[in-house]
């Protein structure tokens, strides 16, 4: 059974960090792209950062490119995304999300909440 288990949301204050973890199991890690997505209230969902697990190649939206951070430790078949900086539209439900590729995940995880205070 595939599963990408989030970790690490919680409520900050704006300029604060925060580092999510994305634990995956039931499929060979280093064969999938791993992403972060995020959706707020009343928008859209959107690409925040993605990793490639067999070279390490990464992709950063504009808006948090320079503040966030994606890296893989694939002896725990694990995604962390370090969050400095936040600012209050950061806000938003994150997704871990897997996929053979960047941008079109497979497998989703539940989510975790983030939220930025001004």
């Known amino acids: 059974e595939v599963q990408l288990v989030e970790s690490g949301g919680g409520l900050v204050q704006a300029g604060g960090s925060l580092r999510l973890s994305c634990a995956a199991s039931?499929?060979?890690?280093?064969?999938?792209?791993i992403g972060w997505l995020r959706q707020a209230p009343g928008k859209e969902r959107e690409g925040v950062s993605c990793?490639?697990?067999?070279?390490?190649?990464?992709y950063y939206a504009d808006s948090v490119k320079g503040r966030f951070t994606i890296s893989s430790d694939n002896a725990k078949n694990t995604v962390y995304l370090q969050m400095n900086s936040l600012k209050p539209e950061d806000t938003a439900v994150y997704y871990c999300a897997a996929g053979l590729v960047c941008g079109h995940p497979d497998y989703w995880g539940q989510g975790t909440q983030v939220t930025v205070s001004s």
């Open positions: 039931g499929f060979t890690f280093n064969d999938y792209a």
């Open positions: 990793i490639s697990s067999s070279d390490g190649s990464t």
